[in-house]
């Protein structure tokens, strides 16, 4: 079985803190991993992607993949209220690309 | 940016009648899917396709599910007899040498 696990969440952390989310995949062939935010009733939209070990950043965001241990993780820095969404990680193989449940996050003034 | 295209945004129908969703996907991209996202709930693998033929599916793409690619701009999931249960938002996407992205979902309504 194919699955893509994201811890459960909700995540509620102060403007300008540290968002972390995470997210562990089962697929050892995996090989392209993605995080999209969601709003209720709207597209995912993709943040980041992510296909060899090690960090890649983006402005306030930083994606970590680690294939030996099957995990990849998501960094906020500067966390801002207007980045309160679900936070979607997906990963997969070209043609089988799955999703996690969603992480919450909320971020407080 | 090139965009992956969905109509119709609504979708109501009566349980056992046929709908055929539509998407434009990107087009230089060569992989094409369809997921699934019941309100309030994760986004479901369904299906991939790619060079014309069912790539991948998931179990929840059973007989009742169907996708095509009748020229070379559309492509669409058709379901035979819908259910209650098929109610959901139903996202097209594709991928190419750009990341997979998304449509902007039909939300099929069955009643």
């Known amino acids: 079985q194919k699955e893509v696990e994201q811890n459960s969440g909700p995540l509620s952390v102060p403007e300008g803190a540290i968002a972390s989310l995470n997210c562990t995949y089962s697929?050892?062939?995996?090989?392209?991993f993605f995080w999209y935010r969601q709003y209720s009733g709207k597209s995912p939209e993709l943040i980041m992607f992510?296909?060899?070990?090690g960090d890649k950043e983006d402005g306030r965001f930083t994606a970590q993949l680690n294939k030996a241990s099957q995990y990849v993780s998501l960094l906020i820095r500067d966390s801002q209220p207007s980045d309160s969404a679900t936070y979607l990680c997906?990963?997969?193989?070209?043609?089988?690309?799955?999703f996690g449940a969603g992480t919450r996050l909320t971020v407080k003034p | 940016e090139p965009e992956v295209t969905q109509t119709p945004s609504h979708q109501v129908t009566q349980m056992g009648q046929e709908v055929i969703l539509r998407c434009v996907p990107i087009?230089?991209?060569?992989?094409f899917y369809w997921y699934r996202q019941i309100l309030g709930q994760k986004v479901e693998f369904l299906v991939s396709?790619?060079?014309?033929?069912?790539?991948?599916k998931s179990e929840i793409f059973d007989d009742q599910f169907s996708v095509e690619r009748p020229d070379g701009s559309n492509f669409t999931l058709k379901i035979r007899s819908t259910k209650l249960e098929d109610s959901a938002m139903y996202f097209c996407?594709?991928?190419?040498?750009?990341?997979?992205?998304f449509g902007n979902g039909t939300r099929l309504t069955v009643t």
């Open positions: 997906a990963g997969g193989r070209r043609d089988d690309m799955r």
């Open positions: 697929d050892r062939g995996s090989q392209s």
């Open positions: 992510i296909y060899s070990n």
């Open positions: 087009s230089n991209h060569l992989y």
């Open positions: 396709f790619y060079n014309n033929e069912i790539s991948e």
């Open positions: 996407a594709s991928i190419g040498e750009s990341p997979l992205h």
